[in-house]
């Protein structure tokens, strides 16, 4: 939902009323004064789900904004170095297409709160003494600007903001128009504050918890004050905010590992230019920090010879910057994301999958067009990449002792073939895009917990690395255990026993208009059209066997097949089904469909 102008309004009245003359006396006023209402109320529920622009804006601003606090009172002797790592952010948010503001104390002074934290900070006499002091331990110069860069947020801001030490890597421009999880307050480094999104009236009410929160927590060396207070909120039901990653440093959207390294391996692109090499993390994080913690580590690991540990901090911002230099020729670029699927032959296994060869061949090739004409990097798996995975082994000599068809032990080995490729998004070969877009494929839904979009079914599966891990080792407990029926369970039906008995290890997502958001047909109605009101708002749609099969005579007729026999025939047909059914849903549902804008975000 984007902004409505004045001439959104006058288009509005002219194809209502067209040339009739019905702006005379009291009619026109009040009829102004309703579509008036109706632009306020628009733009209001736009802007508080986190959409920009804002009220009546006229357009969007042709470049995104980042965020951050600067506050040069409180850095001490280390004003100079702290300016050059400042002006550093500013140019590689800059040359990632980002326009940057740095807020100060003057904004963060406008919040109504500032004097509650401020008072807790400074010597409490009876003449300063107000009634709304909390009594909260005083804080460091550091840890007091995450509470300013909050409540500077906070004053009717909103947006993206982060440390002037966090840096842009898989972040496109164009992805900083919408703020991810429809404007809900996201944290992207667990719940450090170091790189936050949300409206304006997420980060009032987290500013006002933080502040309340600070008075009941005893300081660690461990966290900052803030992150306490935070790791606190992530825990309430329901939570307040949406977190990517764990306490794991790995799993986050904002890397704060290994930069350089000498061996050879996975994940390791040569440099020409120096004997160390940039390491491209695998699943692709979104930012780049470069905490006191990173640069010892690296500097441990032979990087930066010729600078002591003690001086690091002093050259932070020349090792970003060569850094930032060195991954943007090096690693790969973050214009497309990545959509996965598995494949592998049972030929000679005595199975199929209800497919021969060609009918495979013609769906997966039909699948790789449709997903990259979404704009997506789509990526086949196959059984060498699930070998990679240190729990495979484990998994497949416990697998083999059950009698499982060899159909079902592939589709559990495909989540470790997944957390080798680094999560992302997994999806069936015969599930296609509708409403789903590049940027729901950028920004896990969640936080990277695993989420499934077609109730139990995971025909589309999003998650982190570390979550595909946790999920191919419950299948793989679980998958031995006898079903409802006394038959061995697939990960389908395993799923289906968490959904039941640990409900709360991974998310059914849904939007306010669809329990599920995959569409499972019936793809043509009686009169042979497209579906496009069952199709309406469905991210994907899935070409099932039983639900092609069950469609037959339909589909038969809508796509004149004359060679269906037997079910065999129609399911091989799935690739050409698929390809009408995405021309006709483009051309007659797309265009005048809300679906086409995608919902996951909704």
Aim: hydrophobic share 35%.
């Amino acid at each position: 939902m984007r902004g409505t102008t004045a001439e959104d309004l006058g288009n509005i009245i002219r194809r209502i009323y067209g040339k009739r003359k019905i702006f005379r006396g009291r009619r026109a006023f009040y009829l102004v004064l309703a579509m008036l209402g109706m632009i306020h109320y628009i733009n209001t529920v736009s802007f508080r789900q986190g959409n920009m622009p804002t009220l009546y804006s006229i357009r969007k601003r042709s470049r995104p904004v980042m965020h951050t606090f600067y506050d040069e009172s409180s850095l001490g002797d280390s004003v100079e170095d702290r300016r050059k790592l400042l002006n550093q952010w500013k140019r590689s948010w800059n040359e990632a297409g980002w326009d940057v503001r740095v807020l100060t104390m003057e904004e963060a002074k406008m919040h109504e709160a500032f004097p509650i934290f401020q008072n807790s900070q400074e010597e409490i006499n009876m003449e300063t003494h107000t009634t709304q002091s909390i009594s909260i331990p005083v804080m460091s110069p550091e840890n007091r600007n995450e509470v300013y860069r909050l409540l500077a947020m906070a004053t009717k801001i909103g947006g993206w903001v982060c440390d002037f030490d966090v840096f842009p890597l898989h972040i496109i421009s164009d992805d900083g128009h919408k703020l991810p999880n429809n404007g809900k307050l996201t944290l992207y480094d667990y719940t450090s504050p170091s790189m936050i999104s949300g409206s304006f009236h997420q980060f009032d009410t987290l500013v006002r918890k933080v502040i309340d929160g600070l008075s009941k927590i005893q300081p660690q060396q461990e966290a900052s004050p803030v992150q306490q207070v935070l790791q606190r909120i992530s825990k309430s039901n329901p939570p307040q905010f949406v977190h990517y990653g764990s306490q794991l440093d790995d799993d986050t959207e904002v890397y704060r590992g290994i930069l350089y390294t000498n061996n050879q391996g996975q994940m390791r692109i040569s440099n020409s230019n120096s004997k160390t090499r940039v390491l491209c993390p695998k699943h692709q994080p979104k930012f780049l920090r470069m905490t006191p913690k990173v640069l010892e580590i690296n500097k441990t690991n032979g990087a930066w010879p010729h600078i002591s540990f003690n001086d690091l901090h002093k050259f932070k911002a020349d090792i970003s910057g060569e850094y930032i230099t060195k991954w943007k020729r090096y690693c790969p670029k973050p214009d497309r994301p990545k959509v996965h699927t598995f494949f592998e032959s049972m030929d000679g296994t005595g199975e199929t999958a209800g497919m021969d060869n060609a009918g495979n061949s013609n769906l997966i090739n039909t699948w790789k067009q449709a997903w990259y004409e979404a704009g997506f990097e789509p990526v086949v798996l196959t059984m060498d990449d699930a070998k990679k995975h240190p729990d495979f082994n484990s998994s497949q000599q416990r697998l083999e002792q059950l009698p499982m068809r060899f159909y079902n032990k592939l589709c559990t080995y495909r989540w470790y073939a997944m957390a080798v490729e680094g999560g992302g998004y997994m999806v069936d070969y015969d599930t296609f895009p509708l409403a789903i877009t590049p940027f729901d494929g950028r920004f896990m839904q969640n936080g990277g917990k695993l989420t499934l979009y077609d109730f139990v079914v995971p025909s589309i599966v999003s998650g982190s690395f570390n979550e595909y891990t946790r999920f191919a080792n419950l299948i793989t407990d679980i998958v031995g255990r006898p079903d409802y029926n006394g038959e061995v369970m697939s990960d389908m039906l395993a799923l289906d026993y968490l959904r039941k008995y640990q409900p709360d290890s991974f998310v059914r997502h849904s939007n306010r208009y669809h329990n599920r958001l995959v569409y499972n047909g019936p793809y043509y109605n009686e009169k042979e059209e497209v579906d496009c009101i069952g199709s309406n708002g469905m991210i994907v749609v899935h070409f099932a066997h039983k639900y092609v099969v069950e469609k037959a005579t339909t589909l038969t007729n809508v796509l004149r097949f004359e060679d269906i026999e037997q079910d065999l025939d129609m399911v091989n047909k799935r690739g050409a089904i698929a390809k009408q059914f995405l021309k006709d849903w483009s051309s007659k549902c797309k265009s005048r469909s809300w679906s086409s804008h995608g919902l996951l975000h909704v």
